[in-house]
């Protein structure tokens, strides 16, 4: 049940169910009140009675009988014994009763009721005669009336006591939830991610409770993937400095005498501290992506520009490697998008140089760019042996090398960097690949990132800083 419903619930059994209660003993003290005897006035009893009677004694007469209580009855007789006014079942006004009749009925009804005869005003004919009976018990025998306000006051009871209950139990169901929810926090904030959520029933708190567990399994992710970050770099910076101690002691042994091994070992150093330079940058680029440090060095780049920079060194490297490429930029002038420039050319560049890697020499790489209303496509393909089906579902994954790639220097940082580069500056990148006919890499890059930090904010460093 929703929060919502339930609070109206809980305001219905605080608020509205006394107040109707309140409201149904009003209706029936009034109705009560509306079936009392009503004394007549002074024009109503002449007519009555249907001759006149002094005023004044009958004012001073309708005032004794108003103070009485209204389960008392009445019946005024003048001094010829004529009934005057009467709310006494048997005593009809207008008619004229002798002494012996009133007794029958005083007698015939003693049992359940006590009489009373008073005088308590005197005419200019005599005194007006006020029989008054009363039930013995207080009360008068229950009208349909009076039944009908039991029956209402007893349901409105039980409402009152279903309300309440239920306002209890809803309240100890938020209670028992809201504790429950907040304890699961607590454990998962000490780092207990294992920690069941379990919230009964459906509405908000069940809503938040998933929302719980979908941070609990984030922050599970990403403990494993930290955990494999760290065991990956201690990995693979290893392997590379493990060589380089190696050549060094061999030169400092002496193992390596003549200039031609010498030279032939700092080589072998140098080549293995670039790779470390690399593997550092790597590093330094998908730490920056895990911060929001980057997104200080938003700014608008110049598409043209940028794009055209990085078909100019993929077509140096195509040539330096023995590959062919083929270059197809149609993007007009003036075109930019927001972009830290140097980790989107670091994303751009991984990509081209997986192509330009897994392609065979004579093989060919292509660069294509074309404008949109609102974004850049921009397409990197090659004629390589492709990617496995069963690899393309984690090619963006932290560490993940594919069959084709497992022998492969690097940390397995390459697409991982790409994916976060694309989700941090609302790219799409879509990949198809076939094996044996090569890949295709499509990156669309919007003219505008919704919600992007303000240009203004920073400096974009140079590219390749």
């Known amino acids: 049940m929703r929060i919502r419903t339930q609070f109206y619930l809980l305001v219905a059994g605080i608020v509205v169910v006394p107040v109707a209660v309140m409201a149904g003993f009003y209706f029936a003290w009034r109705l009560q009140e509306s079936h009392a005897p009503r004394v007549p006035g002074y024009e109503e009893i002449v007519q009555l009675a249907g001759r006149t009677v002094d005023r004044a004694a009958w004012e001073e007469l309708a005032r004794f009988m108003e103070r009485k209580p209204p389960t008392v009855e009445f019946t005024v007789l003048d001094t010829g014994m004529r009934v005057l006014f009467s709310s006494i079942e048997g005593l009809e006004a207008g008619r004229t009763v002798s002494d012996a009749e009133v007794l029958d009925r005083i007698r015939a009804t003693g049992g359940r009721y006590l009489y009373q005869v008073d005088s308590p005003v005197r005419t200019g004919e005599g005194r007006l005669v006020v029989l008054t009976r009363i039930t013995r018990d207080g009360r008068r025998p229950p009208s349909p009336f009076q039944r009908l306000f039991e029956t209402f006051a007893t349901l409105l009871a039980a409402l009152f006591v279903f309300s309440a209950a239920g306002s209890i139990l809803i309240a100890r169901s938020l209670t028992q939830s809201v504790l429950a929810l907040e304890a699961a926090t607590r454990r998962i904030a000490a780092g207990e991610l294992d920690v069941p959520v379990e919230v009964r029933g459906g509405g908000e708190l069940a809503v938040l409770a998933g929302s719980l567990v979908r941070m609990r399994d984030a922050l599970k992710e990403d403990r494993t993937r930290r955990s494999r970050f760290i065991m990956g770099i201690s990995h693979d910076l290893k392997t590379p400095l493990a060589l380089i101690k190696g050549y060094a002691e061999a030169i400092g042994d002496g193992m390596a005498d003549d200039p031609e091994a010498r030279d032939r070992c700092v080589e072998i150093i140098g080549s293995k501290v670039d790779q470390l330079d690399g593997m550092v940058d790597d590093l330094i680029d998908f730490v920056r992506m895990d911060t929001a440090e980057w ?80 974004r850049i496509v921009l397409t990197i393909s090659d004629d390589g042996p492709g990617i496995p089906e069963e690899d393309l579902p984690r090619i963006f994954d932290l560490f993940y090398r594919g069959t084709s790639s497992r022998r492969e220097q690097g940390l397995g940082l390459g697409l991982a960097i790409v994916r976060g580069v694309a989700d941090s500056h609302g790219w799409e990148v879509r990949v198809r690949s076939e094996p044996g006919k090569g890949s295709e890499f499509e990156i669309s890059i919007p003219l505008a990132v919704p919600g992007a930090s303000d240009p203004s904010l920073g400096e974009s460093p140079p590219a390749g800083a």
């Open 295 to 374: 997104r200080r060095h938003l700014r608008p780049v110049a598409l043209a520009a940028f794009l055209g920079d990085l078909a100019r060194r993929s077509r140096e490297d195509a040539e330096l490697l023995g590959r062919r490429a083929e270059i197809s930029l149609d993007i007009p002038e003036g075109v930019s998008a927001p972009m830290d420039e140097r980790l989107a050319q670091r994303a751009l560049e991984n990509i081209v140089n997986n192509a330009l890697r897994y392609t065979e020499p004579g093989g060919l790489v292509r660069l294509a760019a074309r404008a949109e209303p609102d």
